[in-house]
C-alpha cells in the first residue's frame, strides 16, 4: 500500500500570511493526488485534484504543485475561512489512502 | 444540484450488522463511480470502498476486506455498504462520495461532492 506523510501535523498562522503543506507518497504516484479541506463536523471538500487542478469554485488563492512522491499545497494569503484541516489523498492505487492531516490553526 | 444522504448508521454490538444507504440525486447517478469513506471520532479520513459507476468492479480497504460489501442500484440512485461482523474500530462517521468524472475513472476517481455523513457506533 502507498504510504502518505504530511508535514507539518499541525501550524498556526495569521491572516494573510502565506502557507505551504507538503504530503509525501512512500513510492510514485504521477499526478494521481487530491487535496481536501475539512472544517470541524463538516464534509470534506475538494481543492485541488490531478496535483496542481483548481476545483471549480475553490478561490484562487490555494494551489497545488508536485509529482511523483512529493506535492504541496500553498495557500498564498491565508483568510479567516481557510482554518481548517488539510488532507491529501492519491489515487494512483488501490487502497486509495490519504494523508494523516495537517491543522491550520489561527496564531 | 448534487445531494448525498446517508442514512443507516445506529448504535450495533461488536459482530453485528448494519448496512449503510446514500441516496444520489441532482446527477446521473448510473454515469459515476461511488466511494465510502469513513472518519473515526476526533481521526483522520480512511478511504474505505469504491465501486465503478456500472458496480462492475469493486476495491477494498484492507481493514474492511471480507466484512464490508459495497454495491449499487442504479434504478434507485442508491449507493450501498453491507457492513458485517463490525468491531470496536469500524466506529466512524461514514462518507458517501461522488467521483469527478463520469464513465471509468482510473487513477483520477477523485471526489467532488461528500454526503454529511451517517455516524456508526459498534459497542456492546
Known amino acids: 500500500d502507498i504510504q502518505l506523510t504530511q508535514s507539518p501535523s499541525f501550524l498556526s498562522a495569521s491572516v494573510g500570511d502565506r502557507v505551504t503543506i507538503t504530503c509525501r507518497a512512500s513510492?510514485?504516484?504521477?499526478?494521481?493526488l487530491a487535496w481536501y479541506q475539512q472544517k470541524p463536523g463538516k464534509a470534506p471538500k475538494l481543492l485541488i485534484y490531478?496535483?496542481?487542478t483548481l476545483q471549480s469554485g475553490v478561490p484562487s488563492r490555494f494551489s497545488g504543485s508536485g509529482s511523483g512522491t512529493e506535492f504541496t499545497l500553498t495557500i498564498s494569503s491565508l483568510q479567516p475561512e481557510d482554518f481548517a484541516t488539510y488532507y491529501c489523498?492519491?489515487?494512483?492505487?488501490?487502497?486509495?489512502?490519504f494523508g494523516p492531516g495537517t491543522k491550520v490553526d489561527i496564531k | 444540484q448534487v445531494q448525498l444522504v446517508e442514512s443507516g448508521g445506529g448504535v450495533v454490538q461488536p459482530g453485528g450488522s448494519l448496512r449503510l444507504s446514500c441516496a444520489a440525486s441532482?446527477?446521473?447517478?448510473?454515469?459515476?463511480?461511488m466511494h465510502w469513506v469513513r472518519q473515526a471520532p476526533g481521526k483522520g479520513l480512511e478511504w474505505v470502498a469504491f465501486?465503478?459507476?456500472?458496480?462492475?468492479?469493486?476495491y477494498y480497504a484492507d481493514s474492511v476486506k471480507g466484512r464490508f460489501t459495497i454495491s449499487r442500484d442504479n434504478s434507485k440512485n442508491t449507493l450501498y455498504l453491507q457492513m458485517n461482523s463490525l468491531r470496536a474500530e469500524d466506529t466512524a462517521v461514514y462518507y458517501c462520495?461522488?467521483?469527478?468524472?463520469?464513465?471509468?475513472?482510473?487513477?483520477?476517481?477523485?471526489?467532488?461532492?461528500w454526503g454529511q455523513g451517517t455516524l456508526v457506533t459498534v459497542s456492546s
Open positions: 489523498q492519491q489515487l494512483n492505487s488501490y487502497p486509495f489512502t
Open positions: 513510492q510514485g504516484i504521477s499526478s494521481y
Open positions: 490531478a496535483a496542481s
Open positions: 465501486i465503478r459507476y456500472d458496480g462492475s468492479n469493486k
Open positions: 441532482g446527477f446521473t447517478f448510473s454515469s459515476y463511480g
Open positions: 462520495a461522488k467521483v469527478l468524472d463520469e464513465w471509468n475513472c482510473g487513477g483520477d476517481c477523485y471526489s467532488d461532492y
